[in-house]
């Protein structure tokens, strides 16, 4: 049975935009086998809480905050938010749910990542799940970004060869394809054409890929 231990970082400064989306990291353990044996780190999950409500009761920019984090989370305030004003879901995402979306925040989920020996045992969508349940009652939506954590930096100069040799690009393929089965199935849909997608945890049937919507289990 796997359990989290998250830890956030804040300053306290309210100068500090980066405030307005705390970084949260969770370290992933498995118990021991034997009665008194120490827990076992298998992997790790990180995500931003996006506070929009805050933003708005105090007069700050949370584009301006999430801007600068880094790139992804400058676009996944865009796919999610419409534009500067910060006062409305994006199209894409109104129209995914139709309007029906409550809750000001969004909660985006960098990353998660298990050691090997312990994927494709369900220990993944478990973490997922319990995480968003703990920490999205603020949230409209949960946000992902589909992406297999070895192709990090797949483009750069020194990683020419490795793209270049016979399979790479129908592997690269499957890989990426394997990781967004991973979150459709976890009841995530893709925003319009953009790499994000969202779910929405307080609805109960959710927009389903290829149209219509269905029961998450």
Not at 138 to 162: A, H, L, N, T
Request: with cysteine.
């Amino acid at each position: 049975m796997p359990f989290i231990e998250f830890t956030v970082r804040l300053i306290c400064e309210n100068s500090e935009p980066d405030n307005l989306v705390p970084l949260f990291h969770g370290t992933i353990f498995e118990f021991g086998e034997e009665v008194g044996d120490e827990p076992v780190k298998i992997g790790e999950i990180e995500f931003h809480l996006l506070q929009r409500g805050r933003a708005l009761n105090e007069g700050l920019s949370l584009f301006e905050a999430a801007d600068c984090v880094d790139d992804d989370l400058g676009e996944c305030y865009k796919a999610v938010f419409d534009g500067k004003g910060e006062t409305d879901w994006s199209k894409e995402v109104r129209d995914l749910y139709k309007g029906q979306i409550v809750g000001l925040d969004a909660l985006f989920i960098r990353r998660i990542e298990l050691e090997p020996n312990w994927r494709g045992k369900g220990v993944g969508a478990q973490v997922v799940r319990e995480t968003i349940s703990a920490f999205s009652s603020s949230c409209g939506v949960v946000v992902c970004k589909p992406f297999p954590i070895q192709y990090v930096g797949w483009m750069d100069e020194e990683r020419k060869g490795s793209r270049e040799k016979p399979g790479f690009e129908t592997q690269r393929l499957a890989d990426f394809a394997k990781v967004r089965r991973f979150w459709t199935r976890l009841g995530f849909a893709r925003l319009g054409d953009s790499d994000f997608y969202a779910h929405a945890p307080e609805l109960v049937n959710q927009p389903i890929p290829g149209g219509g919507t269905g029961r998450i289990q």
